[in-house]
């Protein structure tokens, strides 16, 4: 039994928490922005952009005469990817908020455009392959803390961005519910007339949700790529559109959200490691069906929740002001 | 914003045809497989090779990227490449047998050199036309050779992760479940390496899946896994990071990505590329030929001096005498599942513990 428990511990705390804060990252990021009105399928590439800029910087700072500290990198690296993904949202706010076009194009459009431009620069200017390597380790222990009973593993092995994850998880359902900032952008996602009525700027406060957003996936994709693809190649395997899904399962509730990426990062995990985790090993799965399980698990979970959907009322309409 | 927007696509648009410039006049093309020119792996063995040989000669040389992975893309990326003027193709991989049956035939005149198949059609089989050479490569000696030097490292406890289960993925892990229990049996040890600690992973690409599954495997005791398996060997070598294990690379000598390689199952693409390159230009082209590069040929083999063998002295002479025994004929390495069980019996390796639904070929 104790034997079980340490795979599960091990599974649980060295992977599925950064992915689980890597995918609520993104999903908070999806959050802010259809909250406010804007549907955003651009998350994964804002994720992309975000971990081809912070793989960039990562890789310039590791060559210095004098490297820094691992975990500064690590901290620089994240903050660059926020930056780069909040700078890089302002095109889909542009043309979502101020040009009225469909949300889906330039979303698109942005999806696309990532990648590209990371084999394009990483091939011309960085290091002249497809991928940005800066492989290392950039796992942090926490000394004293790690030493605590129960929530210790989640001090060890762990990564900077797990706590800045949490952070942010709780400082935005703060913001959400119980700030005036908070209160504008879900008014502004379920009627923007009324809100406009008030005297609210619906553009301004739908820019500030479609631009967190991009802060949000951006960092979550720097997370994501300092924690399991440091020969970063420009794709993060659709994260970005996962994200998405645990949006539409979580009902667009921050706490509903942590819930599902919780149980998915967990089936993610334990299906991937079904052949080193006691218990599962000795059950003889095709490994095809353990592959696909949290991928399945999803699926339904949105079919049965999507029948009841909350979504933003105004999700998807750009704010008109002589329609009524 | 219009005009920022303009400025950019034009921007986009010049470095574009940066890019493309000089293709007008190409002699040497590669039509990449799954993957680009810098994979780190298959891709990039052959171009090294190609422009080595074509530096070296002053002979125009380009690369070509079909748009996807379908033979629809590669004849077509074929095609451009012959209206450019080239006179070798050169395309690395499995995937390619159907649009290099159908090239060879269609550009008489133009020479294919394909590697790791034979051109084939889904109705007409095989054939490999005037035209062209096929080359394989023995990926199970290679394989072999990997689990071998492994064992002699003092490794007991091995896992496999093949990518997609083609056949070159799967001969490598034949050859690598052989090895390691060979040299097994020679020192007197006992290993670990259980079914459960063999499997393709669906996928050459890196990602976290891959990564926490290794990582996985490690955690519970595992201590060296050869990853056949392109990208996602990458995250591998990630997990071993991590927890301090081990891994042994694929295809080329990928001891710089990572100080957790111990070594690589080498495949020697540049080498055999450049020999048929030569062979081309000196008349002596092995027409219509399949050839079998094995250890004999110096096709497949470890890169010793970039491996980081705890026990360097002893793995490099059981490697050289092994290496020799094999290159000689004088032992036959399995390269499926059947001569696997018969090399289990002829040496008598006790039970063989990987099941052939795992192992597949």
């Known amino acids: 039994m104790s034997e079980i428990f340490s795979d599960l511990s091990f599974a649980v705390f060295w992977y599925a928490v950064p992915i689980m804060i890597v995918l609520l990252l993104v999903s908070l990021g999806g959050l802010m922005s259809e909250r406010s009105g804007v549907v955003n399928i651009a998350l ?44 890089f949202s302002f095109f889909h706010a542009f043309a979502a908020v101020r040009m009225q076009s469909n949300q889906i194009i330039s979303a698109t459009a942005l999806n696309m455009f990532a990648p590209a431009l990371h084999v394009f620069m990483a091939r011309t200017y960085i290091r002249g392959t497809d991928s940005i390597n800066i492989r290392t380790t950039y796992r942090i222990t926490v000394p004293i803390l790690s030493d605590l009973p129960v929530v210790g593993p989640l001090f060890s092995n762990a990564f900077l961005s797990t706590y800045i994850g949490i952070a942010i998880l709780i400082a935005l359902t703060i913001m959400f519910y119980k700030t005036r900032l908070g209160l504008r952008l879900r008014s502004c996602g379920e009627n923007p007339h009324a809100a406009d009525s008030l005297g609210i700027d619906v553009g301004k406060i739908r820019y500030i949700g479609v631009m967190m957003s991009g802060l949000l996936a951006g960092l979550g994709g720097a997370a994501y790529m300092i924690a399991f693809d440091n020969d970063f190649d420009g794709h993060v395997l659709g994260l970005g559109f996962l994200a998405l899904a645990l949006l539409i399962s979580g009902q667009w509730k921050p706490l509903r959200i942590l819930v599902f990426a919780m149980v998915f990062s967990l089936f993610y995990v334990v299906s991937s490691q079904h052949g080193s985790i006691g218990f599962l090993s000795s059950v003889n799965l095709p490994s095809e069906v353990y592959r696909s399980m949290p991928f399945i698990i999803t699926l339904v979970v949105l079919a049965f929740f999507s029948k009841a959907t909350q979504a933003p009322k105004a999700l998807g309409e750009p704010y008109d002001v002589g329609k009524r | 914003m219009k005009r920022i927007l303009l400025v950019f696509a034009l921007f986009l648009f010049g470095a574009s045809l940066a890019a493309c410039g000089g293709v007008d006049d190409v002699e040497i093309a590669l039509i990449t497989d799954y993957g680009d020119i810098d994979d780190e792996s298959f891709n990039q063995g052959t171009w090294e ?49 159907q649009a290099v049956y159908t090239s060879q035939l269609r550009h008489p005149h133009v020479t294919f050199i394909l590697l790791d198949a034979v051109p084939e059609d ?16 023995d990926e199970h000696e290679s394989g072999f050779l990997a689990g071998y030097a492994a064992v002699y490292d003092e490794f007991t406890e091995l896992g496999y992760m093949g990518g997609i289960a083609v056949p070159a993925v799967v001969r490598f892990g034949i050859g690598f479940i052989a090895g390691a229990y060979y040299a097994a049996d020679e020192l007197g040890v006992t290993i670990e390496f259980p079914d459960n600690r063999y499997t393709y992973l669906g996928t050459f690409n890196a990602g976290a899946d891959v990564e926490s599954e290794a990582a996985g495997w490690f955690n519970a005791g595992t201590e060296i896994i050869f990853a056949a398996a392109g990208g996602a060997g990458g995250s591998v070598m990630s997990a071993a990071e991590d927890i301090s294990a081990w891994m042994i690379g694929v295809d080329v000598d990928q001891s710089a990505n990572s ?11 540049a080498t055999s590329v450049q ?43 059981a490697y050289n005498a092994i290496f020799d025994k094999i290159a000689d004929g004088d032992l036959i390495v399995p390269s499926n599942y059947d001569e696997l069980l018969d090399f289990f019996t002829d040496w008598e390796l006790g039970n063989l513990p990987i099941t052939r639904e795992t192992v597949g070929g």
Do not use: C
């Open chain 2, 259 to 269: 100080d957790r390689v111990l070594t690589s199952a080498m495949k020697a693409l």
């Open chain 1, 44 to 87: 994964e590439g804002i994720m992309v952009m975000g971990a081809f800029t912070a793989a960039t910087v990562i890789y310039f700072l590791r060559q210095a005469d004098d490297p820094m500290g691992r975990q500064w990198m690590v901290l620089i690296g994240l903050s660059v990817g926020a930056i780069s993904g909040f700078l």
């Open chain 2, 275 to 317: 020999l048929v390159l030569d062979d081309y230009y000196s008349g002596k082209f092995p027409s219509g030929q399949t050839l079998y590069l094995s250890a004999t040929e110096d096709g497949v083999g470890l890169p010793l001096e970039n491996s980081r063998f705890r026990n360097q002295a002893t793995v490099e002479a």
């Open chain 2, 122 to 137: 889904e109705d007409e089989g095989v054939f490999v036309a005037h035209n062209t050479v096929s080359i394989f490569y």
């Open chain 2, 49 to 97: 090779g190609i422009v080595e040989y074509a530096e070296e000669h002053d002979i125009a040389y380009a690369y070509y990227r079909p748009s996807e992975v379908s033979d629809d893309a590669y004849i077509e990326e074929i095609d451009r490449a012959v209206r450019d003027g080239a006179k070798i193709i050169v395309t690395p991989g499995f995937l390619f047998s």
